[in-house]
């Protein structure tokens, strides 16, 4: 009967320590789990995306750090020569512009640059614009913090603005200006009247 107890206590035993064992594992991939949330809320984040302000014809791509942390040793790379305004000049190519050539030591939160990339009736003129202005490109970040480092590429796509920019800024301004004209002259005319 002893021997019967004996092996049950140790059955027992074998049980609980396997048990034990599963849970302190589970536990390990929960602290694990959070370190790693811990970490993606608090990290950096560069983020590269081209943008139109609203009644302008103008694209413009930016690149800023949408994260709550800095990130350190940053390097941007573009993967083709693109001239702003179509401009074939290398004063205008963004490869050669500083912030594609050299590292950039701190990208603090919310520290961003703008670029301007051209007109929506320039980039979208012809096949000789889209050669010097692609309508697609890479932009590659590679950036380290907390110990870690990343390498980030975004495809920019320019197609999607193509008719959704002013075809002239001219034209907007003509038509505020008389708007203006208009309420000019009503006044006028009631003050005559």
Not at 3 to 14: F, K, N, P, S, W
Not at 121 to 139: G, N, Q
């Amino acid at each position: 009967m002893t021997e019967v107890l004996m092996g049950l206590l140790v059955l027992i035993t074998a049980v609980y320590a396997c048990v034990t064992f599963r849970i302190a594992k589970a536990n390990e991939q929960v602290v694990r789990a959070m370190e790693s949330q811990g970490i993606e809320a608090n990290r950096p984040y560069i983020c590269i995306t081209p943008f139109a302000k609203p009644g302008d014809q103008i694209l413009y791509l930016r690149i800023s750090n949408t994260g709550k942390t800095a990130a350190t040793k940053v390097r941007l790379r573009i993967d083709r020569d693109f001239f702003q305004f179509a401009v074939r000049d290398d004063k205008y190519n963004l490869a050669t512009l500083n912030v594609f050539k050299n590292e950039i030591d701190t990208f603090p939160p919310g520290m961003e640059l703008n670029f301007y990339l051209g007109t929506g009736p320039t980039l979208f003129a012809d096949k000789e614009a889209s050669d010097i202005s692609p309508l697609m490109f890479v932009v590659t970040a590679s950036y380290s913090f907390f110990g870690k480092t990343v390498e980030e590429s975004t495809t920019v796509d320019l197609c999607p603005y193509l008719r959704t920019v002013d075809s002239d800024p001219l034209i907007h301004e003509i038509k505020e200006l008389v708007k203006v004209l208009e309420n000019v002259k009503d006044s006028l005319r009631q003050r005559a009247g």
